[in-house]
T-cell receptor, first 113, second 116 residues
């Protein structure tokens, strides 16, 4: 069965600093990996996805993630944090015959002025 | 593309009552998913439709839960005899047919259910 672990339920960074949100996965098959962002009282918005091909994936709002098979990781980064990045971030992997998403427990990102 | 629409946005009800939520997926999206999200957790998969056929159900979907997608367009999720533990955000997502790896799920804003 697939699973996702997000290290750090809360991360705080200063505005302009590097953002690093960690995600490790477990999958018995080649994984499809996703990062979603959720703002309060809203649904999830796709930031980026990895399916096949290039292991460095670029997404919206300046975010990117690198798929490292040997480390079973898919960490999310952004070079310079903006106040508007404050939100909850979820890493997910597809699983099951329906390819439903299995999510991590999320990381709440706080951006300090 | 008007996005996935969910109604109502909020539902407050007394324990033991029945509730029904509606999801309108993006038009022409054949795949439809329901998830449940409790406070401080990631969403958990409940059930999956491909067109009108319900093809997958999670063990989380107890007998009190039922979902339909009668004409392959909108879907409803009904909870009978609600319990305190049903309080959560219920999220709907849809995606088009095609190579599934290239078809990410698009989420609605959810229905937040509060049981008094």
């Amino acid at each position: 069965a697939q699973s996702v672990t997000q290290l750090g339920s809360h991360v705080s960074v200063s505005e302009g600093a590097l953002v690093l949100l960690r995600c490790n996965y477990s999958s018995s098959v080649p994984p499809y990996l996703f990062w979603y962002v959720q703002y309060p009282n809203q649904g999830l918005q796709l930031l980026l996805k990895y399916t096949t091909g290039a292991t460095l994936v670029k997404g919206i709002n300046g975010f990117e993630a690198e798929f490292k098979k040997s480390e079973t990781s898919f960490h999310l980064t952004k070079p310079s944090a903006h106040m508007s990045d404050a939100a909850e971030y979820f890493c997910a992997v597809t699983s099951g015959s329906a390819r439903q998403l299995t999510f991590g427990s999320g990381t709440q990102l706080t951006v300090l002025p | 593309d008007t996005g996935v629409s969910q109604n109502p946005r909020h539902k407050i009800t007394k324990r033991g009552q029945n509730v029904t939520f509606r999801c309108d997926p993006i038009s022409e999206h054949n795949r439809l998913y329901w998830y449940r999200q409790t406070l401080g957790q990631g969403p958990e998969f409940l059930t999956y439709f491909q067109n009108e056929a319900q093809l997958e159900k999670s063990r989380l979907l107890s007998d009190r839960f039922s979902a339909e997608r009668p004409k392959g367009s909108f879907s409803t999720l009904e909870i009978q005899r609600t319990e305190q533990g049903d309080s959560a955000m219920y999220l709907c997502a849809s995606s088009p047919m095609g190579v599934i790896s290239n078809q990410p799920q698009h989420f609605g804003d959810g229905t937040r259910l509060s049981i008094l």
